[in-house]
């Protein structure tokens, strides 16, 4: 057996940087681990995007002639964009659920009984929503690339989507595990979903602020979710420039880097009122 | 200053309007194990999550393993073991998954996390089942899975909160095998427990606590003796129950006994037994029959908080049939 002196000397040299990576990569791998080891949660943040987008598709089509539109090849190459942002919000509610989950059964207390860093705890939630956004992007552009949601700005575009992608996985997973770390409830975090979904639709996740009039284009220029997918949707339309990847990457940095504050400050309040 | 692993000063915890916990104080020593004796919200698991560090005392201090639990919060966790009320144990991971993970989380080196995983699998009798996820496993098997968690890094302090609620009596009987086995490698541990049964068997030293408070302390022995004498019934032919009666009334005061057996109450405890069996012998009694009724736990929980310990003539014991589900209790928002 491993002797205790050889542990205990090899714990207590653990305060490190790199023990917090390593745990953090050790929490990440556990909540990719158990994300996909529910495809029903994992399916349904994959199919139903692309079900409204294929609906969309054929029920606004036409819609594409419309003066303020822009130049699309086809309604599904405007449409990738939203369909991106929709999975990846409804993707990011299911991490933040199970960080609430692990919050009523107990695992977090396991956790902040062991030496581990506190903000491996939550880094390492939110690499597993990361990952996810990551690999619904990629989903998305390649089962709607062959039905005409052409993306302009080629594979380096694409790249640079899946990196939006998992950014925008990272702010709202951020977000709604500040809700997690405030509520402890995973019913609260779910039921943030009609909240996202009322969001995603005064948005232009669906069509051309250009095309609106009126409160609905004024909400829609305030609403955040907005600017996430004409980042994106800059990419599949002008074509692979500076300009566009630096939209689509730093409006969601940004939008990250802002949750991350609010997320580790809900993280430390919870650990103060304990 | 006193260099048990365990101890407490006056330990206050407040939720708002509710006292949980009212200035406790506990001394336990090395190598002891302490039973936390107590019924539903008597302010056990409040106090053992201070002492862990999950939660702040409102006033009075506890060190552990040598360390303030919220001054050097850090280090009690590295030296400390702990196994919380209902195992909560991540039910999509497999046993050895969730052993690697919490290797990595107690900073114990990569190439020593499957020789150790693997001992500990071996010692909980999970290696056939460490691949299944967790969810396939038993209410047994869960908590014996936590209590190797809980071992990973050879803590020498270990916390053990309701380890056997909910359990059948034969995992009962399993985990209790193991706490001693812990115990008698040097462990310290803190057990608490509504289980009276659990703290006879296990436990040197015990604390009872009741609304906040502890009522009382010390071993069950002299706990239950403080409310009076076990008494010795001997049966034994009738020619020879003077001299019978002379040899008991060494040991203590003669105590009727039913249909002609004689009893004594032994001062000296229940140990007094193979004493005076020797004496009777001497004395050329033969003895018939012999039994010991001890006051139990309850006695002395009755005795000092004037109220039965709740569920305590429920509580399944090693002989009956229990539920293997743990009870499932969901923890949300602050305290």
């Known amino acids: 057996m491993t ?26 791998k556990r909540s990719t681990l158990e994300l996909f080891r529910q495809p029903a949660l994992v399916v349904p943040s ?47 509610v299911t991490g933040a659920a199970a960080l609430a989950t692990d919050i009523e059964n107990g695992f977090f207390d396991r956790l902040l009984a062991s030496p581990t860093s506190r903000l491996s705890i939550l880094f390492g939630r939110l690499a597993g929503s990361v990952l996810f956004g990551a690999l619904e992007t990629a989903v998305f552009v390649l089962v709607l690339l062959p039905f005409g949601a052409d993306v302009s700005a080629g594979v380096p575009g694409i790249i640079a989507m899946i990196i939006s992608g998992a950014l925008i996985a990272l702010a709202v997973g951020a977000l709604m595990s500040s809700v997690a770390l405030k509520t402890g409830s995973s019913e609260a975090v779910q039921g943030t979903f009609p909240l996202l979904f009322i969001l995603l ?49 730093l409006v969601p940095m940004a939008i990250a880097i802002v949750a991350l504050y609010i997320a580790s400050r809900q993280l430390h309040a919870r650990l103060r009122a304990n | 200053m006193s260099n048990s692993p365990i101890i407490a000063e006056n330990l206050v915890r407040h939720f708002g309007d509710v006292h949980a916990v009212k200035g406790i104080n506990l001394d336990i020593k090395a190598g002891e194990v302490f039973g936390f004796l107590g019924p539903n919200g008597a302010g056990k698991s409040t106090a053992v999550r201070m002492l862990t560090t999950l939660l702040r005392p409102t006033s009075g201090t506890a060190r552990v393993a040598g360390y303030d639990v919220v001054a050097q919060a850090d280090q ?163 020619d020879q129950a003077e001299k019978a009666k002379a040899v008991l009334s060494t040991f203590g005061d003669l105590r009727p006994g039913a249909e002609g057996a004689l009893g004594v109450g032994l001062r000296g405890g229940a140990s007094q037994v193979t004493e005076v069996v020797r004496k009777l012998d001497e004395a050329g009694v033969h003895v018939q ?19 039965r310990l709740e569920g305590a003539d429920n509580a399944p014991s090693a002989g009956d049939n229990g539920d293997d589900e743990p009870k499932k209790k969901k923890r949300r928002g602050r305290k």
């Open chain 1, 201 to 249: 639709f005064f948005s232009s996740a669906f069509f051309p602020r250009e095309t609106m009039s009126g409160v609905y284009k004024t909400v829609a220029g305030l609403n955040p979710i907005s600017h996430l997918v004409e980042g994106l949707r800059a990419l599949s339309l002008e074509g692979f420039s500076v300009s566009a990847t630096a939209r689509a990457i």
């Open chain 2, 76 to 238: 009690v966790r590295r030296n400390i073991g702990v196994a919380l009320q209902d195992a909560a144990i991540d039910p999509l991971m497999t046993g050895a998954e969730l052993l690697a993970l919490q290797a990595v989380l107690y900073g114990i080196p990569a190439a020593a996390v499957k020789k150790r995983s693997g001992e500990l699998l071996e010692r909980v009798g999970l290696t056939a089942a460490a691949s299944r996820r967790v969810s396939t496993y038993s209410g047994g098997m869960r908590r014996r899975l936590d209590l190797a968690l809980s071992l990973i890094h050879q803590p020498t302090v270990l916390f053990l909160d309701e380890p056997t609620t909910g359990l059948d009596p034969m995992s009962r009987l399993t985990l209790w095998e193991e706490v001693r086995r812990l115990n008698h490698e040097g462990t310290t541990v803190m057990l608490t427990t509504q289980y009276l049964e659990e703290v006879d068997q296990l436990a040197d030293r015990i604390a009872i606590i009741d609304h906040g408070k502890i009522v009382r302390e010390g071993k069950p022995a002299e706990l239950k003796a403080s409310v009076g004498a076990p008494t010795l019934i001997i049966n034994t032919h009738i």
């Open chain 2, 289 to 307: 029959h012999l039994e010991i009724n001890e006051p139990s736990l309850d006695d002395v929980f009755a005795e000092a908080t004037g109220h």
């Open chain 1, 46 to 92: 994959i199919v139903f995007p692309l079900f409204f987008s294929f609906l969309g598709n054929s029920s606004f089509g036409k819609t594409t002639s419309l003066p303020g539109f822009p130049k699309v090849n086809s309604y599904l190459q405007f449409q990738l964009a939203g369909t991106i942002t929709q999975g990846v919000l409804f993707g990011s």
């Open chain 1, 3 to 28: 002797s205790t002196a050889t542990l205990v000397n090899d714990v207590s040299a653990q305060r490190s940087s790199s023990a917090a990576i390593r745990q953090t990569l050790a929490l990440a």
